[in-house]
């Protein structure tokens, strides 16, 4: 029995092979409870305040939407005019001072 047990001792198998598998194993386990408890916490954490549960949930949301049809209806899209907004590279100041001047030349 001590021969068969200083032999499996000097197994580089038994002696590396055993202890990585191990690590290993214990390792996704381990992970496993970690990820779980940042998981709960996250759920915890995320309470949606009442405006953005309107907006998440669908039965609420149909009343949002009859809402904003409502105000859609009320402005005048007749005399709707498309104005071009400045340009990335275009200093919006001086992009609204000539739009400006512009419709005051127009009316």
């Known amino acids: 029995v001590m021969i068969n047990l200083k032999a499996l001792q000097r197994n580089k198998t038994v002696k590396y092979g055993v202890p990585m598998l191990l690590l290993v194993v214990g390792g996704s386990f381990g992970l496993r409870e970690f990820t779980q408890i940042r998981y709960d916490a996250q759920r915890i954490r995320k309470k ?3 405006s953005l ?3 998440v949930n669908v039965q609420k949301q ?3 939407l009859e809402e ?7 402005t005048n899209l007749d ?3 498309n104005i071009r907004g400045p340009r990335p590279w275009e200093d919006s100041k001086e992009y609204q001072e000539q739009q400006r ?3 005051n030349k127009e009316a």
Request: avoid cysteine; glycine fraction near 0%.
């Open 53 to 55: 549960e309107a907006k």
């Open 68 to 74: 904003e049809y409502e105000k859609l209806k009320e």
């Open 79 to 81: 005399e709707w005019k």
């Open 48 to 50: 949606l305040d009442p």
């Open 101 to 103: 001047s512009s419709q």
């Open 62 to 64: 149909a009343v949002i």
